[in-house]
């Protein structure tokens, strides 16, 4: 990973004794308070001499005349903090939706998101090009970190899966995804069985590959996690494991799988509800904080769509950047909340509340918690950029200080790659990827709406500049 290549370097040449008084660097940022998210605490008037993607010192702005630079930028009145990460996006939509996903990348970018993790899609090999580009400069956008495809059974719901059931299939599939340097395994839920589930888990382990997912209700999390599976997407999973009657709900799920009438994950749920156990709950945290376990909670896209149907989204200022195909897409979630009864829609509201109930309680536990949108097509209305930040409130307004907040969507997603020592502060020998607020996040979490500069692997973009880049995408109506 060059990255971390160049960032040991870097650290390598404080190591030795290097100056960095004596040397340029690309960009200086004075006046700034930098905002600490792992203490939760600002430092005043200080001053970042960067090189590249890489952050060379931290200072009193006092000292700015030893510091020599090819570019100033005046942060006054400003909050600097690490760029923000969003640890659940997909590229999707099939080869005519293409140039429309790419489109999407300068909306992180304007909106402070300098990491994505793209969990799964249809369009890989533009995606491992587009982690490429963006990584040498060439293309605007985030960094990125892909599965590519997904793994689940043979018929499987989502374009673009690898479909596997026998251990060898399952060899091969991993084989491929080393090949094309997918950055961790994404396993999806619609068909995979049992026991295949647990094997990719063991076979990915033993080749060292960081595995998350869906789940199918077969299998118990506790089973997944005794296995070295490294995480779990959305709250479903970590739910269930909290009934009482894990083992009886699960053995029936197993009994009626091949049955004309097999208990889906919806239909699970009420009973699931009905069993939840807060001791139960407890003791799952402390063994899933033991395992270094991350959970994706997606409260934004789960609100997004279970208030669908008593939203007008018609006048989101975000469609003015969503192409025609994309949008299109959305009406598949906009068809399936209307055939929803408003039982079932009130059932889902209580569900997603005390499944929200649970993130603070994780967090306190040590479950290392990452802000994922789950944006892209087919995800209606949860827009590139806006919907991160939208998690991030609503992970605080769930229970997290916004200090914690932060750093679901800063150090806690690079923990999960197995970086974090890399991000997460604005420190020497860390990446250089930050963004300037134009108010305290600390005191209130509304402040990461206004983004007012990013630095994204070494190149800034002031204000004007991302309007600009926003402006090339923008629909021509
Ligand atoms: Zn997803």
New binding site residues.
């Given amino acids: 990973m060059k990255l971390i290549f160049s960032l040991c370097l870097t650290v390598c040449l404080f190591h030795a004794g290097f100056s960095q008084h004596a040397q340029k660097f690309t960009l200086v940022i004075s006046n700034v308070n930098i905002v600490d998210a792992t203490t939760g605490k600002i430092a005043r008037n200080r001053l970042l001499a960067i090189s590249g993607d890489t952050i060379q010192a931290v200072d009193d702005t006092k000292m700015v005349a030893k510091y020599k630079a090819d570019r100033y930028l005046d942060g006054q009145g400003k909050y600097a903090m690490p760029g923000l990460w969003d640890m659940?996006v997909?590229f999707r939509g099939g080869d005519s939706l293409i140039a429309a996903n790419k489109a999407l990348l300068p909306l992180f970018l304007a909106n402070g998101i300098t990491t994505v993790r793209e969990?799964g899609g249809d369009m890989t090999s533009s995606v491992t090009q587009w982690r490429q580009q963006t990584a040498s400069g060439e293309l605007a956008g985030p960094r990125i970190f892909t599965s590519g495809p997904k793994l689940d059974g043979f018929g499987a719901v989502w374009a673009g899966s690898l479909p596997v059931e026998t251990p060898d299939q399952i060899s091969k599939a991993l084989d491929s995804l080393q090949k094309l340097g997918s950055d961790f395994v994404k396993i999806y839920d619609s068909k995979i069985s049992h026991d295949a589930y647990l094997e990719i888990i063991r076979q990915a382990k033993k080749r060292g590959m960081k595995v998350t997912g869906h789940m199918p209700f077969t299998v118990e999390l506790t089973e997944a996690a005794g296995l070295g599976m490294d995480g779990s997407?959305h709250l479903y999973y970590v739910f269930k494991a909290c009934s009482a009657k894990e083992d009886s709900i699960t053995a029936l799920i197993r009994l009626q799988e091949h049955t004309d009438h097999p208990i889906g994950l919806f239909g699970a749920l009420p009973a699931l509800y009905n069993t939840y156990d807060s001791a139960k709950a407890k003791r799952l945290f402390k063994y899933l904080a033991e395992k270094h376990f991350t959970i994706t909670p997606t409260l934004f896209i789960t609100k997004t769509l279970v208030e669908i149907k008593e939203t007008d989204h018609t006048k989101d200022s975000m469609l003015a950047y969503i192409a025609p195909g994309i949008q299109e897409t959305y009406q598949g979630r906009v068809r399936g909340a209307r055939r929803q009864s408003a039982e079932s829609t009130q059932f889902t509201k209580k569900y997603d509340a005390l499944c929200a109930s649970l993130v603070p309680q994780m967090f306190a536990a040590g479950v290392n918690i990452v802000a994922g949108s789950?944006c892209?097509a087919s995800?209606s209305f949860v827009y590139p950029g806006t919907s991160l930040h939208g998690e991030v409130k609503l992970l605080v307004a769930s229970g997290l200080t916004p200090a914690e907040g932060l750093r679901t969507a800063t150090v806690n997603g690079a923990k999960f790659l197995g970086i974090g020592k890399f991000y997460g502060t604005l420190q020497p020998g860390k990446c250089s990827d930050l963004i300037l607020l134009t108010s305290n996040p600390l005191e209130d979490i509304n402040a990461i709406d206004q983004v007012n500069v990013v630095l994204a692997n070494g190149k800034l973009y002031t204000r004007d500049d991302l309007n600009a880049l926003l402006a090339t995408v923008k629909i021509q109506h």
């Fill in positions: 659940h997909h969990c997407e789950d892209g995800n």
